[in-house]
């Protein structure tokens, strides 16, 4: 099993940066994909959360109309478009892959927002 972040980087605040997460291994359209995210010195949160064939999103509050998850089936692969980027979304962005007991993760790409 193999989650494969990429995308991030450093951006100036009310930038935008499209991170990709490339799944192998399991059978990904069945299952649930998230993505995380830590800044330093915090616990690890909830950025979005898409359903296994699309039909439901959920996000945090702190993302909402700035963020967008998708995902292409066809390609194992899960997106996160952010947009509006503000100094506080500089963390660590994990991807997720959840099916009942079945709980994988991506390493992590780094998001730095800064002037």
């Known amino acids: 099993v193999q989650l494969v972040e990429s995308g991030g980087g450093l951006v100036q605040p009310g930038g935008s940066l499209r991170l990709s997460c490339a799944a192998s291994?399991?059978?990904?359209?069945?299952?649930?994909m998230s993505w995380y995210r830590q800044a330093p010195g915090k616990e690890r949160e909830l950025v979005a959360r898409?359903?296994?064939?699309?039909?439901?999103?959920n996000y945090a509050d702190s993302v909402k109309g700035r963020f967008t998850i998708s995902r292409d089936n066809a390609k194992n692969t899960v997106y996160l478009q952010m947009n509006s980027l503000k100094l506080e979304d500089t963390a660590v962005y994990y991807c997720?892959?959840?099916?009942?007991?079945?709980?994988?993760w991506g390493q992590g790409t780094q998001v730095t927002v800064s002037s």
């Open positions: 997720n892959a959840r099916r009942q007991l079945s709980d994988y």
């Open positions: 291994g399991f059978a990904f359209s069945s299952y649930y």
């Open positions: 898409i359903t296994s064939y699309g039909g439901t999103t």
